[in-house]
């Protein structure tokens, strides 16, 4: 499959190895596995380039300093990818067997343009529990909701340049991947999510945050949505998605007080 599998990473090379691991024993094989390296100082420099010198199919990348988030070096990888293709992966999830095959289809018969699975998460309960037909978002439902884990997806290398890669201010923070999402479906991208969960994501950190962290994302949500319903007045989808999201950020304030 004409792949380029992405995966960011900060001062973590262990996990980063497992996650590194797990797309190179795909079958089928990706052309290219790459690393972003954020300006790591830990070993990841000496242990991904030493590992490319043996395996032709890893490249390693490197950002001088951390930027503070994944998004820079995310983008470090999609300018350098030769793939028609992009797979993004956190540096501490892993892809389970057949993922890539079982995605290839929808990529290669031109069904959509981008695709994710269902995943498994840490307590091994699926991410998407009522998922259990292949799902085709339409642009209202992801305007309402984010449809994918990042980890899973696999999306044309083209259209994500021209949608400018992952928005890399730090006050998207954690919803990065959603704005992308966002701008690739104004660029007329169609979505497909399957439900095998063929992807282990590492959610046990999240289970610890305090629980205001749902609450800045949401309100990170709702500001973006009214700015891309400011930008494009015209666009009663926008407004609608601006006014539902306001009203699911208020509820899940209510619900943490």
């Known amino acids: 499959m004409d792949v380029s599998v992405v995966i960011a990473t900060h001062n973590r090379h262990e996990i980063c190895a497992r996650a590194v691991a797990s797309a190179l024993a795909q079958q089928p094989a990706p052309r290219e596995v790459i690393v972003c390296d954020d300006g790591s100082r830990d070993e990841t420099r000496e242990r991904f380039t030493a590992w490319a010198q043996d395996e032709p199919r890893l490249r390693y990348l490197r950002r001088p300093d951390s930027a503070g988030g ?11 990818a030769s793939g028609r293709w992009l797979a993004f992966l956190d540096d501490d999830d892993e892809w389970l067997a057949g993922k890539l095959a079982a995605q290839r289809a ?3 018969d031109g069904r959509a343009d981008v695709v994710g699975t269902n995943a498994l998460r840490s307590s091994g309960a699926l991410y998407f529990p009522d998922l259990d037909a292949p799902r085709m978002p339409t642009r209202h439902d992801l305007l ?13 290398r083209d259209l994500v340049r021209a949608a400018n890669g992952f928005p890399t201010a730090r006050r ?5 991947d959603y704005l992308l999402w966002m701008r690739l479906s104004d660029l007329g991208a169609r979505f497909a999510v399957l439900p095998e969960p063929l992807v282990r994501y590492d959610d046990a950190a999240d289970a610890g945050r305090m629980s205001d962290h749902a609450v800045q994302m949401h309100l990170g949500i709702v500001q973006t949505s009214w700015r891309r319903w400011g930008r494009r007045p015209w666009d009663r989808l926008l407004l ?12 899940v304030w209510r619900e943490r007080r």
Request: charged share 10%.
């Open 172 to 176: 998207v923070g954690g919803i990065a």
């Open 70 to 80: 994944p998004g820079p070096a995310r983008n470090l990888g999609i300018a350098a």
């Open 240 to 251: 609608r998605a601006a006014v539902n999201q306001s009203h699911k950020a208020l509820g």
């Open 144 to 156: 309402h909701d984010n449809p994918l884990v990042l980890s899973t997806v696999v999306a044309a």
């Open 106 to 108: 929808w990529c290669e």
